[in-house]
Nanobody, 121 residues
């Protein structure tokens, strides 16, 4: 069983940066692709970024491409999401997930409880 816990969320002004972390326990994270999703109030869950389990190949939603960077440290069982040039529309609860490399919510088997990111204008 994989357990995921996100951290690093908070309140930031537009144009600022945050780095989210996702610490995994249980089975080794290298066995899974890792993804970040987000959900804003009143909206459906949205794919943000994913990283392959071995090659480190990454994939981003168009809305964050060039501003966000996903990375992983397999030795620390941790995945990161560096978020730069934040916009008010990035405000959401951000979730870390482990599963198959995909932008689809349904292909991920394990989820963290989420961390709130609020970007003020």
């Amino acid at each position: 069983q994989v357990q995921l816990v996100e951290s690093g969320g908070g309140l930031v002004q537009a144009g600022g940066s945050l780095r989210l972390s996702c610490a995994a326990s249980g089975r080794i994270v290298i066995n899974y692709a890792m993804g970040w999703f987000r959900q804003a109030p009143g909206k459906e869950s949205e794919f943000v970024a994913a990283i392959r389990r071995r090659s480190g190949t990454t994939y981003y939603a168009d809305s964050v491409k060039g501003r966000f960077t996903i990375s992983r440290d397999n030795a620390k069982n941790t995945v990161y999401l560096q978020m730069n040039s934040l916009k008010p529309e990035d405000t959401a609860v951000y979730y870390c997930a482990a599963g198959d490399y995909s932008s689809s919510y349904s292909t991920y088997d394990y989820w963290g409880p989420g961390t709130q990111v609020t970007v003020s204008s």
